[in-house]
């Protein structure tokens, strides 16, 4: 069994806070792809054709393209929910 020390307790803290924050951007890229498609992101235009195979590979372009936002700041989510899920974790 590992001694119990601040050393560990901050570490294990900061490898916990990492997986909350990633965790956190994670939810919030999956908000944003819904938010994406909502807006119509990634539908199959009538000049291309598109067809089937457009239609169900949009999904992978909008994931992309909301992860891609979320890494330049996204709408703020991440930060809400990273601090709430760290303050339910601390079980203040």
Same mark, same amino acid.
């Given at each position: #069994?590992?001694?119990?020390?601040? =050393? ?9 806070? #990492?997986?909350? *924050?990633? +965790?956190?951007? /994670? +939810?919030?890229?999956?908000? #944003? =792809?819904?938010?994406?498609? @909502? %807006?119509?992101?990634?539908? %199959? ?8 195979? /457009? $239609? !169900?590979? @949009?999904?992978?372009?909008?994931? %992309? !393209?909301?992860? $891609? #936002? ?6 703020? +989510?991440?930060? *809400?929910?990273? $601090? =709430? +899920?760290?303050?339910? =974790?601390?079980?203040?």
């Amino acid at each position: #069994m590992p001694e119990i020390s601040a =050393a560990n307790i901050a570490t294990t803290a900061t490898g916990r806070d #990492m997986k909350l *924050h990633r +965790l956190a951007r /994670e +939810l919030e890229a999956n908000f #944003m =792809a819904e938010m994406l498609k @909502s %807006a119509g992101f990634g539908k %199959a235009r009538d000049a291309f054709g598109g067809g089937a195979g /457009e $239609e !169900q590979f @949009s999904s992978f372009k909008r994931r %992309a !393209q909301a992860r $891609e #936002m979320v890494k330049t700041g996204g709408i703020g +989510l991440a930060e *809400h929910l990273f $601090e =709430a +899920l760290k303050e339910r =974790a601390d079980g203040t």
